[in-house]
């Protein structure tokens, strides 16, 4: 049997994307299928417009910093429309760069909703005003479903005031007093924005500290942190129902140490997780199996339970970051396109939670650590100074660096940090815990004076 394609891809974000062009430099006639901006949610509404909102967001503290250093105080004016405009330009003139990527790599962008009709057969809807080309089949030898996820909300009366992190970055009028739901990476990162472009931030979180699964350091400083900043985080807390008034959104809160309700101006922000982007795929017409939240089933070749037909990124609900997405495209067209089988190392993945200020982290927790290998068996080396960058601004907030040592072998198989460029130091520390450095190998490194990242080697 005869194809229209080698490979089609459904989703045109990191992994797709990265999955695509790799396939396509290996001799593949490619198709990649996307119902939206080309670039997915990490360039169009997550990792690279959040960043620069984070970049917007950090002047208001260097305003107040520079009067330490000598620079007359003032009072700084910002106006997040323009915010958003530059933003979204940006955004676009990445897509528009993703799309020409496309372009130079021979892989042809379908634009539309993609929909199985069987296991080689794809139906593409486009109603669009702009490309209304109605429905059309394609075939294809082989399928890759890189779909990402989406936001979850909760089924609450008066969830329909609710925004999510895709909504946020369009905000037409910046919120006087934000809530946020969820103690997460987005939770997090939109507290410390908004708290940055001066917005009055409540941060509702349902356990008692926010980002489970960090060390518990790393949780507990920060937590203590970011309310020092002014946001006023709410644990032990959780949201019955929201209610539009004359005054703005009424939240109804439930918890021992919460008001029984708080009204903010007009923005609710959900980041309480992620799904699996499959409804409407029609994965059943295809016979490719899912697992828990509707997560596509794969092997480590990123197979699905069809053969022919492999799924990468947050769609498989396995490591759900940009990196980890791209590695799984590429290492899927390496292995079935370019006869090189290769299967993605999970282990020792670095990780950052763009708050203010940074975490990064890579390897094991303390917990997760005494939990592997015993108590006795874990040594821990732990750091908390003020940097010298607040010796001159009169700020307390202090740096937290942490290693966990493996007592037996000596190895250093975790590495967390809370400060000024967290992810910047921890993605080098990586490399090294990669390769299997012993605390040893740490100690013997020399210093790099004055910075923060020396503190890694000078641990004792
Ligand atoms: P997370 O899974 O990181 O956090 C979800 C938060 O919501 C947790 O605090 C959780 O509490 C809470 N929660 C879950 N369900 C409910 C509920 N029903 N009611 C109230 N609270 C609830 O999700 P995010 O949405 O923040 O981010 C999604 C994913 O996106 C991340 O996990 C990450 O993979 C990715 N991401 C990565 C970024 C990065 O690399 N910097 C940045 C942004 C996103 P509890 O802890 O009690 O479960």
Not at 195 to 213: A, F, M, P, S, Y
Not at 310 to 338: K, S
């Amino acid at each position: 049997m005869t194809y229209d394609y080698d490979l089609l891809v459904i989703g045109a974000g990191s992994g797709g994307l990265a999955a695509a062009k790799r396939a396509a430099r290996y001799g593949a006639k490619v198709g990649i299928i996307e119902n939206d901006l080309v670039g997915g949610t990490c360039v169009v509404r997550g990792c690279v417009p959040k960043k620069l909102l984070v970049y917007a967001s950090q002047f208001s503290h260097l305003y107040q910093d520079a009067v330490g250093y000598g620079w007359d105080a003032i009072t700084p004016s910002f106006h997040w429309p323009t915010l958003a405009q530059i933003v979204d330009n940006e955004v676009n003139r990445l897509s528009q760069l993703h799309t020409r990527f496309l372009d130079q790599s021979k892989v042809e962008l379908i634009l539309g909703q993609a929909a199985f009709l069987d296991s080689h057969i794809i139906e593409v809807h486009n109603s669009s005003a702009s490309h209304d080309t109605g429905k059309r089949k394609l075939t294809a030898e082989r399928i890759l479903i890189a779909t990402g996820s989406e936001a979850v909300l909760p089924d609450i009366p008066g969830i329909e005031l609710a925004l999510t992190s895709r909504e946020v970055f369009k905000l037409p009028k910046q919120p006087k007093k934000l809530a946020i739901i969820g103690g997460g990476y987005i939770g997090v990162e939109f507290a410390g924005i908004f708290n940055g472009l001066v917005t009055e931030v409540i941060q509702i979180v349902r356990g008692d500290n926010i980002l489970r699964g960090f060390d518990e350091d790393i949780r507990t400083h920060l937590q203590d942190t970011m309310r020092q900043r002014g946001i006023t985080i709410l644990t032990e807390t959780q949201l019955d129902r929201l209610e539009k008034t004359t005054e703005g959104t009424v939240l109804f809160l439930k918890g021992d140490a919460a008001p029984a309700t708080l009204t903010v101006d007009a923005a609710v922000l959900f980041a309480i997780g992620r799904v699996p982007n499959t409804a409407d795929l029609g994965l059943d017409l295809a016979g490719v199996a899912q697992t828990d939240h509707g997560a596509v089933a794969v092997n480590e070749w990123s197979q699905t339970t069809q053969p022919h037909i492999y799924a990468v990124g947050d769609v498989t609900n396995r490591a759900n970051l940009t990196p980890v997405a791209i590695d799984e495209g590429r290492a899927f067209a390496d292995t079935v396109f370019g006869n090189t089988p290769r299967a993605v190392n999970y282990a020792n993945i670095p990780t950052a939670v763009f708050s203010q200020p940074e975490v990064a982290t890579v390897g094991l927790s303390e917990a997760e650590a005494i939990v592997q290998l015993g108590e006795k068996n874990v040594k821990i080396y732990r750091s908390t100074f003020r940097p010298l960058y607040h010796s001159l601004t009169g700020a307390t907030e202090k740096t937290v660096m942490k290693l966990v040592v493996d007592q037996q072998s000596n190895r250093v198989i975790g590495a967390h940090m809370v400060g000024k460029e967290a992810a910047e130091i921890i993605q080098s520390v990586a490399i090294s815990i990669n390769m299997g450095a012993t605390k040893q190998d740490f100690d013997n490194t020399m210093a790099l004076h004055p910075s923060t990242a020396e503190e890694f080697v000078t641990m004792r």
